[in-house]
Nanobody
Framework: QVQLVESGGGLVQTGGSLRLSCAAS????????MGWFRQSPGKEREFVAA????????YYADSVKGRFTISRDNAKNTVYLQMTNLKLEDTAIYYC??????????????????WGKGTLVTVSA
């Protein structure tokens, strides 16, 4: 049974930092490109960041470039999202996703293979 479990969410003030983690089990982690998405109330789920299987290529939404960093540790079956200089508009539920295709395709969100249940990030003024 495949599971993706996010953690690390919480309440943080604007300008603060958080690191999200997504631990995978029941899946050959290194065979999957990984992505982070987020969804705010009343909005559609949107792409945040993606990383290739071999930790070589990364992709970011324009809204988070320069502030967020995605990384992965294949030995630990975990993908991370380091978030800095957080803004009010970063408030959302953050989901990780696993994809058998190319990481470059993750931003189009044409069908991830697996999703986590999400972790809530709340940025306050």
């Amino acid at each position: 049974q495949v599971q993706l479990v996010e953690s690390g969410g919480g309440l943080v003030q604007t300008g603060g930092s958080l690191r999200l983690s997504c631990a995978a089990s029941g899946v050959a982690f290194s065979n999957y490109a990984m992505g982070w998405f987020r969804q705010s109330p009343g909005k559609e789920r949107e792409f945040v960041a993606a990383i290739s299987r071999g930790n070589i290529s990364t992709y970011y939404a324009d809204s988070v470039k320069g502030r967020f960093t995605i990384s992965r540790d294949n030995a630990k079956n975990t993908v991370y999202l380091q978030m800095t200089n957080l803004k009010l508009e970063d408030t959302a539920i953050y989901y990780c996703a696993a994809y058998t295709g190319s990481a470059a395709a993750i931003p189009r969100n044409n069908g991830m293979d697996y999703w986590g249940k999400g972790t809530l990030v709340t940025v306050s003024a």
